[in-house]
């Protein structure tokens, strides 16, 4: 049978575990935070990206077109 200070000790490593385990609980969750809006600001920025692609292109034919007219 296990003695008592057996038991306390079992008791004190399971308590160290759990105490462990939370801790990493607790950095996992934040580390999915800081992942959560580093993707946020990734995805507004590629949205930002594809406007400004999408502006140049129509001053790229704007400027196109005033060529044309110019080489007549």
Known sequence: AATTQEVASHVNRAADATQQANELTRRG?????????????LSTSVGETGLTVTRLAKDSDEIGGVV???KG
Do not use: H, L, S
């Open 29 to 41: 969750r934040d580390i999915a935070g800081e992942t959560r809006e580093a993707i946020q600001r």
């Open 68 to 70: 044309d007219v110019i």
